[in-house]
């Protein structure tokens, strides 16, 4: 009875539709057939629902162009045209038809060891219907969350987040139960890229600063590397730091507080302070390496006289935990 109506239902499955997108562009059956992660959010095998799709018609044998494109990079496609004293110019595209036009035997000679399957037009169909429903899904969640940020409510914002994510395929995260998240540690890194900003920014204005606490704040919630897509496109720090730095440094001075916190909490009396040696370390950074603290002395990181153009990197250790 469950395997007819997992048969039926597949397609309303967001598993399977996600399962099926991996071929958008064409991919080989091996990397999925046998991997188990797949399984749990199945609930079948993962070669199973790809045998379904083939059978059903949404995966299809990949031509050619696309055995090339799956197998090769452009440098050594780029090898090829030149072995062959053709015109290494242009696209990818362009290179792989430009081969099979000068040599199409040799070229399904080089791929006929490889199987890639890509979607069928009935399969594209499903899939870009599915990935557009995502991308809303994702941008609604934003939406929320930031005018629930913009009203203060940091509790509802994160629960907000932990609703979405615990609503995914995979969640983000390793060993993250989204559905009993505590948003406890996040209320408190909130409140603090809304409070007063780090004295690293200092020459930043108060209405930029504004901007960037936002833009630190989805960053955070979002687990993302980059603020750039919560900023207005023409926008900038008015600092040497660009726009990505000034809200990680947002962020940091944050999470310093809470870490700081935690120490003290735990009974931490001494910490050290580590710094990266490297060239983007700069010397104020660099005096500070290694230098110890009682923790309620620590100095305030990020540090205020760092010239790092990509931020202060210092961060704190505990000695006696």
């Known amino acids: 009875m469950f395997d007819w109506l997992r048969k039926k239902d597949w397609k309303n499955s967001s598993s399977h539709l996600l399962l099926l997108s991996k071929f958008i ?5 091996d990397h999925f057939m046998h991997a188990e992660h797949w399984k749990s959010v199945l609930n079948e095998s993962p070669k199973n629902a790809i045998k379904r ?8 044998p990949a031509e050619l162009p696309e055995l090339m494109d799956y197998k090769f990079k452009v440098s050594e496609l780029k090898n090829m045209l030149k072995k062959r004293q053709l015109k290494v110019s242009g696209r990818k595209a362009n290179l792989i ?3 099979i036009e000068n040599d199409a035997p040799g070229m399904k000679k080089a791929t006929n060891h490889i199987s890639v399957f890509k979607c069928s037009e009935g399969g594209k169909v499903l ?3 599915y990935l557009c429903r995502v991308k809303e899904e994702r941008e609604r969640a934003e939406n929320e969350v930031l005018n629930l940020l913009k009203e203060r409510l940091f509790k ?3 629960k907000v987040v932990a609703g979405y994510e615990a609503s995914q395929v995979f969640p983000r995260g390793l060993g993250i139960d989204w559905n009993s998240y505590s948003s406890e540690s996040n209320v408190e890194i909130l409140n603090a890229i809304f409070g007063k900003p780090p004295s690293i ?3 930043v204005d108060d209405r930029r600063i504004e901007t960037l606490r936002f ?3 989805m960053m955070h919630l979002w687990g993302a590397n980059s603020a750039s897509h919560w900023l207005p496109d023409d926008f900038d720090t008015g600092i040497y730091m660009e726009n990505d730095v000034v809200a990680r440094m947002l962020v940091f001075y944050a999470s310093h507080q809470r870490q700081v916190k935690y120490y003290k909490q735990a009974g931490v009396k001494t910490v ?3 710094t990266v040696d490297d060239s983007n370390t700069c010397s104020e950074c660099k005096k500070l390496s290694k230098k110890k603290y009682r923790i309620d002395k620590v100095p305030e990181l990020p540090n205020p006289n760092c010239t790092c153009k990509i931020g202060c990197r210092c961060t704190i250790v505990a000695e006696d935990l």
Do not use: T
């Open 97 to 99: 038809d430009r081969l």
């Open 201 to 203: 920014l200092k020459d």
């Open 272 to 274: 050290e302070i580590l």
């Open 215 to 217: 833009a630190a704040a």
């Open 53 to 60: 799709f083939i059978k059903d018609g949404m995966l299809e």
């Open 127 to 129: 899939v870009n219907d």
């Open 156 to 158: 509802k914002s994160a």
């Open 25 to 29: 562009k064409g991919d080989s059956l």
